[in-house]
């Protein structure tokens, strides 16, 4: 394998096998991979063949968009669903997370209003602040007492605003102080978005999400999740009151001009949905390889299955990168722009598929890679 260019990005064409990668006739165990509780999993993409979708009942493409003839019952089924796990009034599936985020935000603010964010909220996140027709302020990471005196000074000056976070962050694996944010929500008379694209299926007893694990989900006004992660499927959604699907649907561009996702995703998102609650060995799965990740490297606990580890400069972590794939071990370096400068890692991204054992072995491989560095 050649040397890995430290200042582009590339693309490899790699086959997925379930907790392994095959990439130029090599097997990686993999651990870049957002398939946390390890659904992508052969004998239950078997039962949803056999008792769900017969391969005569579906087809592989829905060449519409949803305001055309694209809407098909699928979707209905699945967003009842959804609405019924999280407890709320609707849900509005849209092609793919980023396209919620990078849309909702748009469709939903006016001139008059102001969105707040986290500094480290998603890409996604970023883009529908930047197309929002609105004022907008981004408060020092998980930092509340920044937050309220953004708050404290901006409050009484706009109509609405928009306090918009992630539950789980992507690149830290840290939580959001949710129960003070949840209090500074009713304080100032704010609305609160929550995305949950880390969180959905993983935490919760029944997979909903941090929300939900913590009794918040009642004073979350929006929540937005992804089916491509631990669902293992495709597609976004919207969680939210029917007042604000309606505003979306009428309004929001990724949704009005996409081409609407086929009836096999669907179906196979509301065959995972159903059986959510079902899945809490694998939570506690992830949960024990993240705790034994952590003690084995000496560092602290993650507050989840994502594990940062920073090495500091783009050369550094392409290096570590290339030393882990020769060994048989995909993770990817996560480089400067996508985090700050001082801030390239690698980012470890565990799940339910991975075996304690191979946790060890894993473990005592960065042990010996970065006793080599000092």
Same mark, same amino acid.
């Given at each position: ?165 992630? %539950?789980?962050?992507?690149? @830290?694996?840290? /939580?959001?102080?949710?129960?003070? &944010? *949840?209090?500074?929500?009713? $304080? #100032?008379? =704010? ?66 001009? %996409?081409?609407?996702?086929? @009836?096999?995703? /669907?179906?196979?998102?509301?065959? &995972? *949905?159903?059986?959510?609650? $079902? #899945?809490? =060995? ?66 470890? %991204? ?19 890679? #970065?006793?080599?560095?000092?």
């Amino acid at each position: 394998m050649n040397e890995i260019d430290a200042s582009t990005r590339q693309l490899y064409s790699v086959s997925s096998r379930q907790r392994y990668l095959l990439f130029e006739n090599k097997q990686y165990l993999n651990f870049s991979s957002n398939d946390y509780l390890a659904l992508s999993d052969i004998n239950l993409q078997r039962e949803f063949i056999e008792k769900v979708a017969p391969f005569d009942s579906f087809v592989l493409s829905n060449p519409s968009s949803r305001l055309m003839t694209g809407n098909s019952v699928c979707y209905d089924n699945l967003e009842k669903k959804l609405a019924s796990l999280f407890k709320k009034e609707s849900a509005l599936v849209v092609s793919c997370g980023f396209m919620a985020n990078s849309s909702l935000l748009p469709a939903l603010v006016d001139k008059g209003d102001l969105i707040i964010a986290d500094k480290l909220v998603h890409a996604s996140v970023v883009d529908g602040v930047r197309l929002a027709n609105c004022d907008f302020e981004r408060f020092k990471h998980n930092d509340t007492a920044a937050l309220r005196r953004i708050l404290e000074r901006k409050r009484g000056d706009y109509n609405r605003v928009y306090l918009v976070v992630e %539950s789980i962050y992507s690149m @830290d694996g840290d /939580l959001a102080p949710l129960e003070e &944010l *949840v209090r500074l929500k009713k $304080e #100032f008379d =704010l609305q609160l978005y929550v995305d949950e694209a880390h969180a959905f299926g993983v935490r919760g007893d029944d997979g909903a999400g941090l929300c939900s694990e913590l009794g918040l989900t009642d004073d979350i006004d929006i929540i937005v999740v992804t089916l491509g992660k631990a669902l293992a499927s495709q597609g976004g959604v919207v969680i939210s009151s029917l007042e604000v699907r309606s505003r979306l649907v009428n309004s929001m561009r990724g949704l009005i001009f %996409s081409t609407a996702l086929p @009836d096999v995703s /669907l179906l196979w998102s509301a065959f &995972l *949905v159903e059986r959510l609650g $079902e #899945f809490g =060995l694998q939570r506690r799965h992830l949960e024990q390889l993240s705790k034994r990740l952590c003690d084995n490297l000496m560092i602290e606990r993650s507050q989840s299955h994502i594990i940062p580890i920073i090495l500091g400069s783009n050369e550094a972590v392409c290096k570590a990168q290339l030393d882990l794939r020769k060994l048989g071990y995909w993770v990817t370096a996560i480089r400067h722009p996508t985090v700050a400068k001082g801030g390239e890692r690698l980012r470890i %991204s565990l799940s339910a598929g991975v075996t304690i054992e191979e946790i060890d072995d894993f473990s005592s491989i960065l042990l010996s890679l #970065f006793k080599k560095k000092e």
